[in-house]
């Protein structure tokens, strides 16, 4: 799990849900899977996923039978006091 802010997202601004099935599953390489939130405003993000019939760490060359992965992703904007609407503001001059 990767957190940000709280980890915990109330109302998430934006979420993503997804899953897998697979039947057999081999891996050639390890792999070293990342999300990064990006950009300069403050959130409370999370990144979670659930697996069936693989463990947290795989191995190259194990066949993985009747697996199963969901993944979350979740993140909301921190809204400060000066943008009680959510609205964020810009000036050109």
Known sequence: MKKEGTGKPRNPDI???AGVE???LRFEKVPD?????RGNTMRNSVWTSRRTNLPDEVQEGVVYREAEIKLRIATEVVRGPSDSEGIVRSTKG
Do not use: Q
């Open 22 to 24: 697979m039947r057999e």
């Open 33 to 37: 899977p990342k999300v990064n939130f």
């Open 15 to 17: 979420a993503i849900d």
